[in-house]
């Protein structure tokens, strides 16, 4: 089957998560890490210029939470808020989102079976990017290769076109994809896709 996708230069974020950016805060030295402790107040927001996409670029920093079944996260993929979890509690399963909400991309992957063997343990903290241009620039490994360049990829069947809004597809006990929002959707784009999206 054909995956759809998007390059990241014709996607934009619009940031529907509350709160402001916190600019006198330094960069973080390392927005691929996840952390078992909250290293910052989740909804902690930073914005910084990327120099790939020439536009700014804000991140998050979240808690991320264990879905209904075990979907390991990629760089690259979406997350949106917990629909049983606080404002900051966020799922990459498809099933247990807020589809209509706001969207946030992970920074880097995450193994459910490695990372939450601990009885008990279901979330982890780490930022991600919520608003504004794709950040290729300024996302890099430690070993300084673009975690964040390339394409995204959209549900099945989806029919997006230049200037479209998205949100998120219901896809349970799966990794969450963008999907066209429908003009019969009352909130906010979460997204814009600057492209027409191909099979690839």
Not at 47 to 76: C, H, M, Q, W
Not at 99 to 117: N, Q, R
Request: include cysteine; glycine fraction near 12%.
């Amino acid at each position: 089957m054909a995956v759809l996708t998007v390059d990241d230069a014709l996607l934009h974020l619009n940031d529907l998560w509350p709160g402001q950016p916190n600019n006198m805060l330094a960069f973080p030295p390392d927005l691929t890490q996840w952390s078992d402790t909250e290293d910052y107040p989740v909804g902690t927001k930073i914005t910084k210029r990327d120099p790939d996409n020439e536009g700014d670029s804000t991140f998050i920093y979240l808690k991320l939470i264990k879905g209904s079944t075990d979907v390991d996260v990629a760089a690259k993929s979406p997350v949106g808020r917990d629909s049983d979890g606080d404002w900051y509690e966020v799922s990459n399963d498809g099933g247990d989102i807020v589809v209509d909400g706001p969207i946030a991309i992970a920074l880097s992957a995450l193994d459910y079976g490695v990372s939450f063997t601990t009885a008990g343990k279901t979330y982890k903290y780490g930022w991600f990017w919520c608003g504004g241009v794709c950040p290729t620039g300024l996302v890099k490994n430690s070993a300084g290769t673009k975690v964040l360049d390339g394409n995204y990829s959209f549900a099945a069947g989806e029919a997006v076109t230049l200037g479209n809004g998205l949100k998120l597809a219901d896809v349970a006990g799966a990794a969450c994809k963008f999907a066209a929002k429908a003009a019969t959707d009352l909130n906010p784009a979460a997204a814009i896709c600057y492209g027409t999206v191909t099979a690839s």
